[in-house]
């Protein structure tokens, strides 16, 4: 069965940091494109890291830059989002896609196969 699992969620007090993990079952990440989304209550889904196939290029959310990145390991199957300084703002549920071969517009959803479950953020005090 393919599908891509995230995993690394949970409660964190703000100025922490946390690390995603998007681990691909069923296939590898070879030839795909990797991204973040997150979506909070009431608001719509946003991309927040993409990573290139052969992880030649990386993109970010301004509200991330310097303070999130996205990589992939070397045998291709799972996908990170190492998150620092974190916000009480970057609250949301976080997913993972994929999209085989490329995208044109990485923020857009509708350009990704493959989904994760999501995993919950929550920046606290």
């Known amino acids: 069965q393919v599908q891509l699992v995230e995993s690394g969620g949970g409660l964190v007090q703000p100025g922490g940091s946390l690390r995603l993990s998007c681990a691909a079952s069923?296939?590898?990440?070879?030839?795909?494109?990797a991204a973040w989304f997150r979506q909070a209550p009431g608001k719509e889904r946003e991309g927040v890291a993409y990573i290139s196939e052969g992880d030649v290029s990386t993109y970010y959310a301004d509200s991330v830059k310097g303070r999130f990145t996205i990589s992939r390991d070397n045998a291709k199957t799972t996908v990170y989002l190492q998150m620092n300084s974190l916000k009480p703002e970057d609250t949301a549920v976080y997913y993972c896609a994929a999209a085989f071969g490329g995208s044109r517009y990485w923020t857009d959803p509708r350009e990704y196969n493959y989904w994760g479950q999501g995993t919950r953020v929550t920046v606290s005090s």
């Open positions: 069923g296939f590898t990440l070879d030839y795909y494109v």
